[in-house]
């Protein structure tokens, strides 16, 4: 478990910490109302990966780790290609609605529509590498993201704009979804992108309803604040949410292996589960309400300021409530890693489906009321109702499980009783 848990973390760093450096560069280079129209491509993004993800790599992870190496060179060709196919269909409706909209935000979309197939690629390579056990390779793809992007953020500082720093991002990505496909000597066949689907569409068809349930939850919120508080107040929430990227490396990192090992205590007891779920979770509320903390008392205006430019002046306002969103988040997800070991589909769906709603009513109601401020708040409030929802979901796929193994175990006696009544007659 600590190896995956290394490989994960690392990867998950370097990942956050490009994350991290593009935020930190555009908001300083371009000011609040650009740097919201740049997030709003950055979340269009999240929505595409995760679509991406859904149709392609997640049915490979469940189906394809840990499987005899040409069977998964072959899966990987198949499932990397609908990821290109994916971000060439997406990335067009992408340039279509920026070419409409025009002006900063459009640029951005446009500029996004160039760059995802090379995007949802890179992506793909990366979870078929933790799914054939090769994290290391992982981990190369990102640190070549990483190395890359500085010649092209430098270049596109040169001359900053939201279209020049969203084309230097994805084209980063781009060279290390090529880099990744030397790594694993695959060459992507998108002409199977179809039969992968009818192969795999089970399974592609629920992780794509949870998938999009929790980004496009994000998405809408983010659509909704710029449209009732402006771009503007996008650009804060995102900027306050940066600040606690760090925290980020911890999370997804921990997510990476949290549901394995939430199977793994299932099968030795199911009573230890909810256990384990806690502290897993109370684990993760507990580091990002730390490190909030750390950024509140500890952060000095002149490092804010010197990280976020002007974006620093309202960010800083949102900090505690960001804390407090991420650290409900981070609680939940022991719920769902929980969930997802007990393998009880339909109420983890609905757990989300409750939960994703939650988020997006209190966080674009709360830009309607208050602007950056209301929807931060608003946001934080809704992962704390949430709560109760996830872990009363998972008290109840417990005791059924617990039912279930009852009922088995209590089938085998009776069948016993059965066989030795004609005995006892018989005598």
């Not at 199977?192 to 089970?202: E, K, M, N």
């Not at 997802?340 to 109601?365: D, N």
Request: one cysteine or more; a positive charge; glycine letters at 12%.
């Amino acid at each position: 478990m600590l190896r995956r848990l290394t490989w994960g973390l690392a990867d998950q760093a370097v990942t956050s910490l490009v994350s991290f450096v593009v935020g930190i560069v555009v908001a300083r280079e371009l000011g609040a109302l650009e740097f919201g129209a740049f997030s709003l491509a950055w979340v269009t993004y999240g929505v595409v990966v995760n679509i991406s993800r859904g149709l392609g790599t997640d049915p490979l992870a469940v189906r394809f780790s840990g499987v005899e190496r040409p069977l998964w060179r072959t899966a990987v060709a198949s499932s990397s290609g609908m990821a290109i196919a994916v971000g060439l269909a997406l990335g067009a409706v992408c340039a279509v609605v920026g070419a409409l909209i025009g002006g900063h935000t459009g640029a951005g979309f446009i500029a996004l529509g160039i760059v995802l197939p090379g995007l949802m690629l890179q992506d793909s390579w990366r979870f078929a590498f933790f799914a054939s056990g090769q994290g290391g390779k992982a981990f190369v793809s990102d640190i070549t993201w990483a190395l890359a992007l500085v010649p092209l953020l430098y270049l596109a500082s040169q001359d900053a704009s939201v279209t020049r720093f969203v084309l230097a991002w994805g084209g980063a990505g781009a060279f290390a979804a090529l880099v990744s496909g030397l790594q694993a000597g695959i060459m992507p066949r998108v002409g199977r992108a179809l039969h992968w689907l009818r192969d795999h569409h089970d399974l592609s068809l629920r992780y794509l309803t949870e998938n999009l349930t929790i980004s496009g939850a994000y998405q809408l919120r983010m659509y909704g604040l710029g449209a009732f508080a402006g771009v503007a107040a996008v650009g804060t929430v995102r900027g306050a949410e940066m600040l606690l990227g760090p925290f980020f490396i911890v999370l997804s990192g921990v997510g990476l292996v949290a549901v394995p090992e939430a199977a793994r205590v299932l099968r030795r007891s199911v009573r230890a589960l909810p256990i384990f779920c806690l502290l897993l979770g109370g684990a993760q509320f507990f580091a990002a309400l730390a490190w909030g903390l750390v950024l509140l008392v500890a952060l000095p205006d002149a490092w804010g300021h010197a990280l976020l430019g002007e974006v620093w002046l309202t960010s800083s306002a949102l900090l505690l409530p960001a804390t407090l969103s991420v650290a409900n988040a981070g609680f939940n997800t022991g719920a769902a890693a929980g969930l997802r070991a007990l393998g009880v589909a339909r109420r983890s769906l609905r757990a989300q489906l409750c939960a994703s709603a939650f988020y997006l009513v209190g966080g674009v109601a709360g830009g309607v009321i208050g602007g950056a401020r209301g929807s931060a708040w608003g946001a934080a409030c809704a992962t704390f109702c949430a709560a109760f929802v996830w872990w009363f979901t998972l008290r109840t796929g417990v005791r059924e499980r617990k039912q279930l193994e009852a009922e088995l175990q209590s089938e085998p006696a009776a069948a016993v009783d059965r066989q030795e009544m004609p005995e006892m007659r018989s005598t």
